[in-house]
C-alpha cells in the first residue's frame, strides 16, 4: 500500500526538459517510477528518449520515451496521470502549481528551492480549494522504494520495509534510510524545510497511521515553527504505532537561519529542545544523534 | 533579512503611512545637525537589529541640538546585546496619548498571514498575549482578498484601535505583499495629543527568496546591512550558506538539516562548533575549497570536520572534490572526513591514497565528531 505514492502512481514533470527536471526524471525511471509525461509549453508534442529501460524487473525492453504535454490538463487527459513532480524555477512555481491544482492533479511534489513566502502561500490557499495535495515546496520529494520515486531522494540507498519517515530535511532522511536500510522502508517523505509547507508531519502521520504496510513511523524535525509540537499533539491522541524521533539544531543561535527558511529560532520558540520534550511526553523515543535515532527503531522493531 | 527601524521607516512612509520626522547618521556631529534642522528636542535611537534597545539605553531624549550630540556620542559605539551600535536614528518628539500594535505575521501553522492587533501596544506583545490574551485580537488574512477596508476596520474593531487606524491597517499590509515581506510590526502606533496617528517604531523582515523580483533591494538595503560579520560576508560573496559560530570545530556538510545536526553531535561531544556550512549536493572541489578557504580563515578554529552523506553525488565524486580542493587550500588544521552512502568505500579509498598528513577518517559520523572534538582539545 505505502502512502501518496505507490507503482500504479502516473507521474507528470513540470520542468523535465530543464536540468534538473532531466537528470532526475532519468533517476525517477530508473527506480521503476511510471513517468507518464513531462510538461513544458514550448516543447509540446516532443518526445524525450531517457537510456533506461522501461522493464525493469528483466532489465529488459526499450529505452524509455517520455512525452511533452503543453499542459498539465493535456498531459493528465492524454495519459490519466495523478501525480505531478514540478522542477520549475521559483519564479515560474506559483503558476506551475495553480496550473496543476486547476487540472485536478491529486498531488503535486514541489521541489523547487527559494519560493517567496507569498507565491507559497497563495498556491497551497489555491491548492487546498480544489482538493490537491501539495507535497513541499524546498523538498527532496517522496519514495515508496520498490514501487516510485517522485523527486530527488536517491533510490538507491535504501529498501522496501515497514518502517514510514517523514522529515523536514532530506539530507537527515537520506541518512536514515541508509542506516536502517536492512530493515527497509514503506514510505518516505520530506515535507521540506520552508516556513510554508503543503503536507505537514500529522498529515504523514495520519496517512502513516491508516497504512497497512507501516509498522513504526520516524519522525525527523528541525528547529523553527511548531509544527513538531503539534505532531506531538497528534501522536498523543491519534497515533498507535511506536514513533521514534530525531531534531536537528539544538546549537543554532537565536535569530540565523541555519540553511532551510524555515530553520529559525525566534525568542525563545521553535528551540530543539522544546520539540525533544513535547515528542518525548507524547511517548516517542527521540534520538541524540541519528545514528541513535536509528538504534532506538532497531530496539522498538525488536520488543 | 530583517531591516533596521529606520529602513523600516522611509519604507512605511513610501506606502503613505505617516511616520515621525527623523534622519540617520553615524558621527555624533551629525546627531547636533539633524536636531537643529527638527527644532532642538529631539529622541535618539540606535539602530540596531535587535529589541529592548530602550531597556539597554540605546533610546534617550535629547533637549536641544548640543545634549543630541552628546547623546548620540554615547549611543554610538555601545553594545546591545552583541550588536554594535554603528548608526543613530534622530527623530522628532512626539506627544502620545495612547499607544496600539499592530503587525501581520506569518503563522506556519496555517500557511496564512495572521493579522495581530491590541490597543495595549508599546510593550512586548508576547507579554501582553501570555497575561491577558483577551487584549490582543488574532485574525487571519485570506491570501486571495487581502485587507481590504472591511477587513481592517474588522481588525481594528475586534482589537479596540480606534477607526483613523483603519487606514493603516490597509497601507500595512500593502507593505507586507507589495514588499515581499514576512513581518510588518508597528509598536508603538501611537495616537498623539493632537489626534495624528503616526507609526513610531516599525520592524520589517523582508523575504530573502523574493530577492529576484526585489531588485532595488540589492542596491539599497544589502549594502547598509553592516551588522554582519566579516567571515559571514566573505562567504556570501562565494555563494556559501554559511553561518558564523562561536567555537573550535570547523564543519562542513550538505544539506541543512545534516549540517544542523553535525553541530549538534559535536557539541555532544563536548566540543563547541565553530560555524554551519552547507556546500549542498554539488560537493564539487570548488565549492570545497572555498568552504574550507572561509573556515580555516576563522581563528577560533582548531580542527575540522567534513561530513558528507553520499546520496545524489557519490561518495567518490566528493572524495575527488576533497583532494582537488587540497592542492589550492594551504591545510593548517587537522581535519576530519566522514564519507558515507553511495561509493562510501571508494570515496575513503580516493582519500586514503592522497595521505594527507593532516586527513583522517572516520567510518561514523559519531566517530567522526568525537575525532574532531578531540583533535580540537589537543590543540
Known amino acids: 500500500m505505502a502512502i501518496y505514492l505507490t507503482k500504479e502512481s502516473k507521474v507528470l514533470v513540470q520542468g523535465m526538459t530543464g536540468g534538473e527536471g532531466m537528470k532526475h526524471t532519468r533517476r525517477m525511471l530508473a527506480a521503476g517510477t511510471n513517468v507518464v509525461g513531462g510538461v513544458n509549453p514550448r516543447k509540446a508534442g516532443r518526445t524525450v528518449d531517457f537510456d533506461v529501460p522501461r522493464d525493469l524487473e528483466g532489465l529488459a525492453g526499450a529505452p524509455s520515451a517520455v512525452p511533452v504535454y503543453g499542459s498539465v490538463r493535456e498531459g493528465m487527459d492524454a495519459t490519466g496521470a495523478d501525480v505531478s513532480v514540478v522542477f520549475v524555477p521559483p519564479a515560474f512555481a506559483k503558476a506551475a502549481v495553480v496550473e496543476a491544482a486547476d487540472a485536478g492533479i491529486g498531488l503535486a511534489v514541489v521541489i523547487t528551492e527559494g519560493i517567496p513566502v507569498h507565491d507559497a502561500v497563495a498556491f497551497q490557499a489555491h491548492a487546498r480549494a480544489r482538493g490537491t495535495r501539495v507535497i513541499g515546496p524546498n523538498c527532496p520529494g517522496l519514495i515508496t522504494p520498490g514501487q516510485a520515486n517522485a523527486g530527488i531522494i536517491p533510490a538507491d540507498i535504501t529498501k522496501p520495509g515497514r518502517i514510514g519517515l517523514v522529515s523536514k530535511s532530506g539530507t537527515l532522511t537520506y541518512q536514515l534510510m541508509y542506516e536502517l536500510r536492512d530493515i527497509g522502508f514503506s514510505t518516505c517523505v520530506g515535507i521540506g524545510g520552508d516556513p510554508v509547507i503543503g503536507t505537514t508531519h500529522i498529515d504523514c502521520l495520519a496517512a502513516f497511521q491508516e497504512d497497512p504496510d507501516t509498522d513504526l513511523i520516524v519522525l525527523i524535525g528541525e528547529i523553527g515553527g511548531d509544527a513538531e509540537e503539534r505532531a506531538a499533539a497528534y501522536i498523543r491522541d491519534r497515533v498507535t504505532k511506536p514513533v521514534v524521533g530525531y531534531i536537528a539544531g539544538f546549537t543554532a543561535p537565536e535569530g540565523k537561519t541555519m540553511g532551510h527558511a524555515g530553520a529559525i529560532v525566534s525568542g525563545s520558540s521553535g528551540t530543539a529542545a522544546a520539540k525533544q520534550a513535547a515528542l518525548e511526553a507524547a511517548g516517542v523515543r527521540v534520538g541524540a544523534t541519528p545514528t541513535e535515532a536509528a538504534r532506538l527503531v532497531l530496539d522498538q522493531l525488536r520488543t | ?379
Open chain 2, 1 to 379: 533579512m530583517d531591516l533596521y527601524e529606520h529602513q523600516a521607516r522611509e519604507l512605511l512612509e513610501e506606502h503613505g503611512i505617516v511616520v515621525p520626522k527623523a534622519e540617520v547618521t553615524d558621527v555624533p556631529q551629525g546627531a547636533r545637525e539633524i536636531a537643529r534642522r527638527l527644532g532642538g528636542r529631539v529622541v535618539v535611537k540606535a539602530q540596531v537589529k535587535t529589541g529592548g534597545r530602550g531597556k539597554a539605553g540605546g533610546v534617550k531624549i535629547a533637549a536641544d541640538p548640543a545634549a543630541a550630540e552628546l547623546t548620540a556620542r554615547q549611543i554610538l559605539g555601545m553594545d546591545i546585546k552583541g550588536h554594535t551600535v554603528r548608526k543613530v536614528m534622530v527623530a522628532e518628539p512626539v506627544d502620545i496619548e495612547r499607544e496600539y500594535y499592530v503587525s501581520y505575521v506569518l503563522d506556519r501553522a496555517t500557511g496564512r498571514f495572521l493579522a495581530i492587533a491590541s490597543a495595549e501596544g508599546g510593550m512586548d506583545i508576547e507579554e501582553v498575549a501570555a497575561t491577558r490574551p483577551e487584549a490582543v485580537a488574532r485574525i487571519p488574512v485570506d491570501p486571495g482578498e487581502g485587507v481590504t477596508t472591511a477587513r481592517a476596520a474588522e481588525i481594528a474593531s475586534a482589537a479596540g484601535l480606534p477607526p483613523q487606524t483603519v487606514d493603516v491597517l490597509v497601507r500595512l499590509w500593502d507593505v507586507l505583499v507589495r514588499e515581499d515581506a514576512l513581518l510588518v510590526e508597528v509598536n508603538p502606533l501611537v495616537r498623539t495629543v493632537q489626534g495624528r496617528i503616526l507609526a513610531l517604531d516599525a520592524k520589517v523582515t523582508l523575504d530573502d527568496n523574493a530577492r529576484f523580483r526585489q531588485t532595488r533591494w540589492g542596491d539599497d538595503l544589502a549594502a547598509l546591512d553592516d551588522e554582519g560579520d566579516a567571515l559571514e560576508a566573505a562567504a556570501a560573496e562565494k555563494g556559501l550558506n554559511y553561518v558564523k559560530l562561536d567555537g573550535e570545530v570547523g564543519i562542513i556538510g550538505n544539506g541543512a538539516g545534516l549540517v544542523m545536526s553535525t553541530l549538534d553531535v559535536v557539541a555532544g561531544c563536548g566540543a563547541r562548533p565553530a560555524n554551519f556550512l552547507d556546500i549542498g549536493g554539488g560537493a564539487s572541489a570548488q565549492v570545497m575549497a572555498d568552504g574550507l578557504g572561509v573556515i580555516l580563515a576563522d581563528p577560533g578554529v582548531k580542527s575540522v570536520f567534513v561530513n558528507v552523506f553520499g546520496g545524489i553525488t557519490a561518495c567518490d565524486a566528493v572524495a575527488d572534490g576533497i583532494v582537488q580542493a587540497l592542492e589550492t587550500v594551504r591545510l593548517t588544521k587537522p581535519l576530519v572526513v566522514r564519507l558515507d552512502g553511495n561509493n562510501a568505500v571508494r570515496g575513503r579509498t580516493i582519500l586514503d591514497a592522497h595521505r594527507h598528513p593532516l586527513v583522517e577518517q572516520a567510518t561514523s559520523m559519531d566517530g567522526a565528531a568525537r575525532r574532531a572534538a578531540e583533535l580540537a582539545h589537543a590543540h
